[in-house]
């Protein structure tokens, strides 16, 4: 296993490349002031959260997930296949250079998404949020929100990418990465719902989206990492980790919630530990800070930390981890 480490930790580390994005930065403005209760009215974009307002109710509340089976929302509380709706529109706005061509593109799109949402129309209104907004945020929000988003990606450039492949060395060799990406794309952003960060997966590849005022220096360090290693997962030949934990958890017959999130719970408790052992020791888990643990994980947490610790400390192998963690 140590001249397994040693030849991962000599493979060239994916690079992380910033892009900027002429939609990204009013789209998720909108996206996250539409999921707040007020929000909008102050900086002029109360017609454009409207929009994204109402195409929220009316998303609807089941999915066909191919072979993952049909996804049904439990009440109209239950958030999760809107959720999932938006994970597609997404990726599909976010894939776009500028307005122009997000309107153009969505023509080539099939009738329906999860065989239930006419997505064009979508699109469409998409478009009219974002045109009937542009000028208000040009003139007010963009600038503060232009300079939070330079700050961030600076702090990455000033106190993380000399190490960089170093940190992703360590990754690969942690988790068993083969054939990693050579390159990963990063589009920073004022802010994002939800948890704060994504990772899409798209034609051209997977992108990863970072929220700014969300996660700051070091937390913006670990949502970065964490949203790496998803498109590592997504483009890698094999992280055999996770793909090996994955397997055994089917095997096992593991509950379906167990299966999606043990191994996600890894991806927290992994990012952060890179962050404490290359960024700041005193680094705090962004799992605990922001509430993600409480969310259904902290068991999952609280199981996998003392089994992660002894496979960082080289007490055990990755396939000892697996049977450990596989155990819950």
């Not at 991962?8 to 994005?21: D, I, N, R, Y």
Request: aromatic residues 8%; hydrophobic residues 40%.
């Amino acid at each position: 296993m140590i001249a397994a480490a040693l030849l991962l930790l000599t493979l060239p580390s994916p690079k992380l490349k910033f892009e900027s994005s002429s939609i990204a930065p009013l789209y998720t403005t909108l996206r996250t002031l539409s999921l707040q209760e007020k929000g909008g009215d102050e900086l002029g974009l109360s017609a454009g959260v409207n929009i994204f307002r109402e195409l929220d109710k009316g998303l609807p509340d089941r999915m066909n997930r191919g072979a993952r089976g049909e996804r049904v929302a439990q009440s109209p509380e239950d958030r999760s296949v809107r959720d999932l709706y938006w994970t597609a529109l997404d990726a599909f706005v976010l894939s776009s250079t500028d307005v122009q061509s997000l309107d153009v593109r969505k023509e080539q799109l099939a009738d329906k998404v999860g065989g239930y949402l006419e997505i064009r129309p979508v699109i469409a209104k998409i478009v009219e949020a974002l045109k009937v907004s542009q000028k208000a945020y040009e003139s007010g929000q963009a600038e503060k929100d232009a300079k939070l988003v330079a700050e961030s990606v600076k702090w990455w450039d000033d106190k993380v990418a000399a190490q960089s492949d170093k940190l992703y060395g360590w990754l690969e060799s942690l988790m068993g990465i083969e054939d990693a990406p050579k390159e990963i794309r990063i589009i920073a952003v004022p802010r994002f719902p939800a948890q704060g960060a994504a990772t899409f997966r798209t034609v051209e590849g997977p992108v990863v989206i970072v929220g700014c005022e969300k996660f700051q220096k070091a937390d913006f360090a670990e949502a970065l990492i964490h949203e790496t290693i998803h498109a590592m997962e997504a483009r890698a030949k094999k992280i055999e980790l996770l793909g090996d934990l994955r397997a055994a958890l089917r095997e096992a017959k593991a509950e379906p919630f167990t299966e999606e999130q043990l191994p996600h719970t890894l991806f927290f408790m992994i990012a952060a530990e890179a962050t404490r052992k290359f960024i700041d020791p005193d680094h705090q888990d962004v799992g605990q800070k922001i509430g993600t643990y409480k969310r259904g994980l902290e068991p999952f947490r609280a199981f996998g930390a003392p089994i992660l610790k002894d496979l960082i400390d080289g007490k055990i192998d990755r396939h000892q981890a697996v049977a450990k963690l596989s155990a819950y």
